[in-house]
Structure formats: C-alpha cells, structure tokens
C-alpha cells in the first residue's frame, strides 16, 4: 500500500502502475464509498486530473446507479470491470474492513490506497462535530422491545449478552407513542423497534401496529440480524405489508442466506434494508468505558458516532445516544456502578416542546464522561461475546 497525497499517486512508480501527466486518464481512479468522504476526493480528482476516469463503488444496493452523472458501481462489477484501477478506500473508520474486501475480490494490494489526506480527514471530522451539537430537525428513534438476543456479539454496545429478559410493556410502550406523535409531531421520519433481538419478543406485532396507528406517515423498521426470519409465519408477513412496516436487517457471518431471506421478503411486499454498512458483512467495533468517569463529556460527544444519531426511547426517557440507556445490563452483571442519572435523558411527558427535546439530544451529558471515545477501534472480526468485562472496557 502507499498513501496517495503524500507523494501524489500520478507521479508515483509501482510494480503495476507507472503514471506520468501524460498517463492519467488512462489509469481509471475508483473511489470505494460512495458518501460525504469520498464525494471529497471525488471533486478534488476531478480538479486536479479532468481527463480522468474517476467512479465509485459501494456495497450498498441502495447508492448503486447513476446519480447526478456519478457512476456508483457495485464491488464485484468493479473489480470486474477495472481490475487494474487505482481504489482509495472513502472511510473515516472501516479501511481496514473495506480493504479485506477488496482483496478478497482480486484487486492487487499494490493498487489499493488506505490513507486520507489530513484536511480531508480533518474536514470531516470538523463536520461530524458541528452535526453533533446542532439540533436536528427530524430524528429516527430507537425503542428497545426487549433486551435479550440470540446471538450475544462480542462488545454489544447494548450490552445484550448480559442483559435479563426484560420485555417493554405494551402499555407503556403505546403511552410513549402517543405522547411522541403529540409533542413530535413532523419532527420523527423513522421509528425502529429493536433489542436484543426483537423477533424473540411474542409481542412484536403489537409493538408494529401501535406504532403505525400512533404514527401513520413516520416510517415502521425492525431492527434484526435476520437469523429468525425463516420461521416466521405467512401472519406475520401479512402484518408487516399491511402495517407498511420494514425490516432493518444486520448481515452477520452465520451461515445464513440473506439475500434468500430479502428476495422473499420482498416478494411478500415487505421493504429490506441492509443496516449502514453491514450489507458486506458484520465486523465488531471496541467501545470501551471508563469506570472512573474521567473523560471530558464534550470530547467524549463530539467525537462520538452515536451521539444525537441513536436516538434511544427506554420508558418514556429519551436518550441521544444507545450505550447510556442500557447500561444496567453491564452494572447488574460485573457489580459497576457506571452512573446513569435522570438528567442523562430526557422526560418526553414532561418536556414542553419538540424544540426542547432536539435541543437536549444535541448536547453533551454527564453520562458522557463514562465513554473512552479516542481508545475506540473498529472493525474487528465477529465473534460470540465470552462476557469477559474487557469486551467493554480497557
């Protein structure tokens, strides 16, 4: 590997690829990652080098087409289709994921670019945080169902393999989305009912109709690793059309067909997605605490990828991010006392207004001192949790 903007990749010479001014549009440029970091690169190329085939790849089915003039290739079509490109790996945080892909698709590793120039990387960054501390105008919220899980990852940031059964109440359940259609109202476009796995939840259907009765035009997802989906029955697939209600599905390496599992279920009328970036597979992410509490909250939210993005609903609570809501589960099981306070989220009964509810999720709170956000690794290869305290912490 080589890093592309410390000596510009065009004037370099490799094994494979011998590059003058002469040469640059003869070597295609293929950008993997079609999102904000790689639509940077993608307008400095064009800059620099106009004459240059430069396109992107993403294993996203959803970004792959054509869009504004922009072609967004699949992996495999890709590295059928340009073996011989330069690839820059578009991510902030999963290159080294990213790039096991592209090996494992043929593409020499003399050919793949890991590294981001610093303003870029920068620029990013300086974004992300700016997002963090604006309020949002529409939110997705997050609503555990119940705790429990059938496949208990390694380091659950919800902390499943620890976590009792602990089933939400339908009444409450029901109280709290009313109360959210009330207050919220045309500041929610997504709810997402989760765990644990919530296919273990009897009552899932339940959990779907209320929240479409409550919320008719706000999008109904279940958040699942999909491993229960063939035994459902033909009512509960009937349900999820009729509830205009999707599946959120996490792709793990279990010896499961997904893309089976998706054709059927959209063969039944039910709307899949691949959640974020798993469509290519599950890896682990290290999200260690700090059990003293020492961190700054402000770098610990500003630097955090969950904060005022996993908008987590736990009994009437509203939380900007999931780790902070379910932290029982780790205190009850290894005897911490990892403090959660009422004023780490925020009572949706109470609150007055939409305004201050978005306006709470967009900042840091006291909770926020517990995460050790710059110890954070991704990445790391799936594995079934051995509920050893080291897979959340230092």
Known sequence: MFNLFAADILKIKVELITLDKTDEALIPLVIFGYASVGMRIYERKLKEYPKRIVIFCDNSRHKQGVHDGIRVLSLQKAALDYREAVYIIASLRHSKQMYQQLIEVGIPSEHIITELPGNVI??????????RLVPLKSIHVEVNINKDCNLNCKGCDHFAPLAEADTLELEIFERDMKRLADIMSGHIHRIILLGGEPLLNEHLLDYVKISRQCMPEVEVFIATNGTLLDKMTDDFWQALKDDNAGLMVTKYPVKLDYEALRIMAEERGVVWEYLG??????????????????????????????????????????????????????????????????????DICKAESAEEILEF??????????????????????????????????
């Not at 992410?285 to 700054?296: I, K, V």
């Not at 967009?362 to 897979?391: G, L, Q």
């Open 122 to 131: 920068g620029e990013e960054l300086a974004k992300e945080k700016r997002q």
């Open 277 to 346: 970036s798993s469509e290519s597979g599950r890896s682990l992410w290290h999200f260690p605490l700090d059990l003293t509490g020492s961190q700054n909250p402000m770098e610990s939210f500003i630097h955090c990828v969950n904060a005022n993005n996993c908008h987590t609903l736990e009994r009437g609570r509203l939380y900007t991010c999931s780790i902070a809501p379910n932290i029982k589960a780790f205190n009850n099981y290894f005897g911490k006392n990892v403090l959660l306070t009422m004023e780490d989220g925020i």
């Open 361 to 394: 999720l967009a900042k840091p709170v006291n909770f926020c001192r517990y995460c050790n956000v710059k110890e954070r690794t991704y990445d790391h290869e799936w594995e079934i949790s051995r509920k050893e305290i080291k897979e959340w912490t230092l």
